[in-house]
T-cell receptor, first 113, second 114 residues
Framework: DSGVTQTPKHLITATGQRVTLRCSPRSGDLSVYWYQQSLDQGLQFLIQYYNGEERAKGNILERFSAQQFPDLHSELNLSSLELGDSALYFC????????????FGEGSWLTVV | GESVGLHLPTLSVQEGDNSIINCAYSNSASDYFIWYKQESGKGPQFIIDIRSNMDKRQGQRVTVLLNKTVKHLSLQIAATQPGDSAVYFCAETYSGGGADGLTFGKGTHLIIQP
């Protein structure tokens, strides 16, 4: 158990809908990362938050957004869902600076039908 | 694009043998590297890491080697067991600033044969 908690574990929704994925980082970790893993892609970095503020953006679509709350949990919002958004979405956390080990949660499996 | 890549997408070894998984990276500024193991339906699990001021680091049954000259990383697993079957990812990052997210390779599927 990495200590990173993600909910829901599985989610099935229709195209055009909006979903929210939730992540609780490890105790003491200030940085939260979101990654997407689809069948034909590796792990793609989406976005990172540090202590409530956005720190870095990767390959995140404009239809997607995220935030980190004062209690350090984070949410990833996916809107206007398309079939191609079906993927595993992972949250990860680390203490602070890059160069610290990043631990991953078990993922949220999103299926868009 | 990807700056980290793996030479072999699938590696099949006999149980009890040693496994070597290779990885090439292209960003010479990267100074922190991690190997992750991902079992089916689970999240990537940290195995071992290494910083650029080292060329070798050992863990329990695993060793990571870093060759900065040729930008090559390898993971050695000793006496492989059935539980080692998984996809292994190498990842890199630069700890000096900028995007903090790790850049992952596409993964190597390690298959352990009885």
């Amino acid at each position: 158990d990495s200590g990173v908690t993600q909910t829901p574990k599985h989610l099935i929704t229709a195209t055009g809908q909006r979903v929210t994925l939730r992540c609780s980082p490890r105790s003491g970790d200030l940085s939260v990362y979101w990654y997407q893993q689809s069948l034909d892609q590796g792990l793609q970095f989406l976005i990172q938050y540090y202590n409530g503020e956005e720190r870095a953006k990767g390959n995140i679509l404009e239809r997607f957004s995220a935030q980190q709350f004062p209690d350090l949990h984070s949410e990833l919002n996916l809107s206007s869902l398309e079939l191609g958004d079906s993927a595993l979405y992972f949250c990860a956390s680390s203490v602070d600076r890059p160069g610290n080990t990043i631990y991953f949660g078990e993922g949220s499996w999103l299926t868009v039908v | 694009g990807e700056s980290v890549g793996l030479h072999l997408p699938t590696l099949s070894v006999q149980e009890g043998d040693n496994s070597i998984i290779n990885c090439a990276y292209s960003n010479s500024a990267s100074d922190y590297f991690i190997w992750y193991k991902q079992e089916s339906g689970k999240g990537p699990q940290f195995i071992i890491d290494i910083r650029s001021n080292m060329d070798k680091r050992q863990g329990q049954r695993v060793t990571v080697l870093l060759n900065k000259t040729v930008k090559h990383l390898s993971l050695q697993i000793a006496a492989t067991q059935p539980g080692d079957s998984a996809v292994y990812f190498c990842a890199e990052t630069y700890s000096g600033g900028g995007a903090d997210g790790l850049t992952f390779g596409k993964g190597t599927h390690l298959i352990i044969q009885p």
